[in-house]
């Protein structure tokens, strides 16, 4: 869901707001009202209401002038009360065949775009989404401060071992999974420690192991196979059909198992076995190393797969092994179209699978579990549905 609504201020109105009866100030296109603050202000009343009406983000940055504190950032946002519409932002919006993308502030991506081709988007904070702290796909390359981002949500230090701290961190389970949603851009895209040590280089692995390890093995078992088939037309039916349940196989283990939260039991072990499966590429999910399945652990959740094949198939060892062959197929294109959605500009149907999922990451991880297809978010209801569009309301 995205942030809380506040109402949007015109400027007049904010600028008249400078007397000790009504004191407004702002920081971009934030609104404080200070009105309760101005008497107890460390440097005096005078200050305050020099600033009465106007942006204070030069002086609240002036660390010559005088350098607040944390606690000072944190009185403000308690004195949060809306956003100001500046005289370009009502000019865009009145011109635009969508003002709803806008007002009332902060805008929608789509107005964010709109605003910024008219030249109208300085000092506009766009609209965040509560559960990730983000607006948009170009969020999740935005580089994190390793240093002030543990500072401010006590989680994790992204410059030593990520796993060790899941493990001592001694986090609730609530608190873990609120922050590991919230995503994390480190170092250009490098990847963060996760052991610190020999077993480092076994937790990363380049897309294109995916094709070159389980590409030969599923062209032999799709040999063997054939050898049973009367025609290739009984081979191709069986490992097309394998391709097809793989989609529900994705859907089923990314919705179920990657995304257990809520299931999840409240202790150290359950929560670092989710940050290890699932978790880590939530918390960076621009991590090019850590975003297809390493060999070591496929093969953990493709064993029983080979066996479901052969009990359900029970009758013929070459249809299950058609069936799995094509299954595995399915699986080597769901690697690499999670890796090229992430990373790579693509034609346009993928530009809206693209976004699609780029969506379940910076908008609402709770929805759009499919990757290669929406197919069964939407057969299942569980597709991402932007919110409704903003409605205007009066100050």
Request: net charge negative; glycine share 8%.
């Amino acid at each position: 869901m995205p942030s809380r609504t506040l109402p949007t201020i015109l400027q007049a109105d904010v600028t008249s707001r400078n007397s000790a009866k009504s004191c407004y100030v702002t920081m971009g296109t934030k609104v404080y009202d200070m009105t309760d603050f101005v008497d107890s202000h460390p440097g005096g009343p005078e200050l305050i209401l020099q600033y009465g009406g106007k942006d204070v983000t030069d002086i609240m940055t002036d660390e010559d002038s005088h350098r607040h504190s944390d606690s000072a950032y944190e009185m403000m946002e308690e004195s949060f009360i809306g956003f100001i519409a500046t005289e370009k932002i009502m000019d865009v919006t009145a011109k635009s065949s969508r003002p709803d993308n806008i007002l009332p502030l902060p805008p929608n991506e789509h107005g964010m775009d709109e605003l910024k081709a008219e030249g109208a988007a300085d000092g506009v904070v766009p609209e965040v989404y509560a559960a990730t702290g983000m607006a948009s796909a170009e969020d999740l390359e935005r580089e994190t401060d390793a240093l002030t981002d543990y500072k401010t949500h006590k989680f994790l230090d992204l410059n030593k071992p990520l796993i060790l701290q899941v493990w001592f961190g001694g986090f609730d389970k609530n608190f873990y999974l609120e922050q590991v949603h919230r995503p994390r851009h480190y170092k250009g895209g490098a990847s963060a420690p996760l052991f610190g040590n020999f077993l480092e280089p076994l937790t990363k692995t380049p897309w294109w192991i995916i094709p070159s390890v389980w590409g030969p093995p599923v062209a032999y078992g799709t040999y063997l196979a054939s050898l049973g088939m009367r025609s290739y037309v009984q081979l191709g039916s069986y490992w097309v059909f394998g391709l097809a349940l793989w989609t529900l196989v994705e859907y089923i283990l990314h919705r179920f198992l990657f995304h257990l939260d809520g299931y999840l039991p409240n202790n150290r072990a359950a929560l670092t076995m989710h940050f290890l499966l699932h978790g880590i590429h939530h918390y960076l999910p621009m991590d090019k190393y850590r975003l297809v399945m390493p060999p070591t652990l496929f093969i953990v959740l493709a064993t029983p797969f080979w066996k479901l094949a052969h009990v359900v198939f029970y009758w013929d060892w070459h249809i299950a092994t058609a069936v799995y062959c094509g299954g595995i197929f399915g699986y080597i294109c769901y690697d690499l179209t999670h890796y090229f959605l992430h990373h790579r500009t693509l034609p346009s149907y993928y530009q809206a699978l693209k976004r699609y999922h780029l969506e379940h990451h910076f908008m609402d991880y709770q929805h759009g579990f499919g990757v290669t297809s929406r197919f069964w978010d939407d057969v299942f209801g569980t597709p991402i549905v932007p919110p409704p569009a903003k409605m205007s309301k009066a100050m």
